[in-house]
């Protein structure tokens, strides 16, 4: 059986590309970076508003708890139904799309929760929501 004697190339590896590539990006960022330069000598005057408020986001839904005695609450402040109405609306007038969130106790009578809801009405809010707890067991009894 015939042994090898020749000994096989070892591999290299062709650079060439890899260094066109890297000079085609030096280049491409060069321009990139003169291109902005110039566009910040440009003179321009820019238009002038009048009054200009600073944007903000959305504020967080507004909660109203109804207690079991028929005290009102909004965002954890206790308060009458006339200045929750006043509230409402002082807070719709800042953001137009302002949600609203009822929380009733289960044992409260619904008259309270829906003079909660008349309070919501006469402040315009249109975005209502009522939250509710899923039984986990057996159905509890009516009272």
């Known amino acids: ?19 066109d590539v ?7 960022f ?3 970076t ?3 330069k110039m566009e910040h000598d440009i003179d321009l005057e820019l238009p002038e508003v009048a009054a200009a408020a600073a944007m903000t986001s ?3 839904q507004r909660v109203v ?7 009102v609450a909004l965002d954890g402040e206790a308060m ?7 509230r409402l609306s002082q807070a719709r007038s800042e953001y137009p799309e302002l949600s609203v969130v009822i929380r009733g106790d ?16 006469d402040a315009k809010i249109s975005e209502l929501g009522v939250t509710v707890r899923v039984a986990t067991g057996t159905q509890s009894s009516v009272r």
């Open 1 to 19: 059986m015939p042994l090898k004697t020749q000994q096989d190339e070892h591999p290299t590896l062709n650079l060439t590309p890899m260094i």
């Open 22 to 28: 890297v000079f085609l990006l030096i280049i491409f």
């Open 30 to 32: 060069m321009v990139a």
């Open 34 to 36: 003169s291109f902005s």
């Open 58 to 60: 959305a504020p967080k």
């Open 65 to 71: 708890s109804v207690h079991a005695d028929g005290a």
């Open 80 to 86: 009458a139904l006339e200045e929750l109405t006043q």
């Open 106 to 121: 289960a044992t409260c009578a619904f008259q309270h929760v829906a003079e909660s809801l008349a309070a919501c009405k």
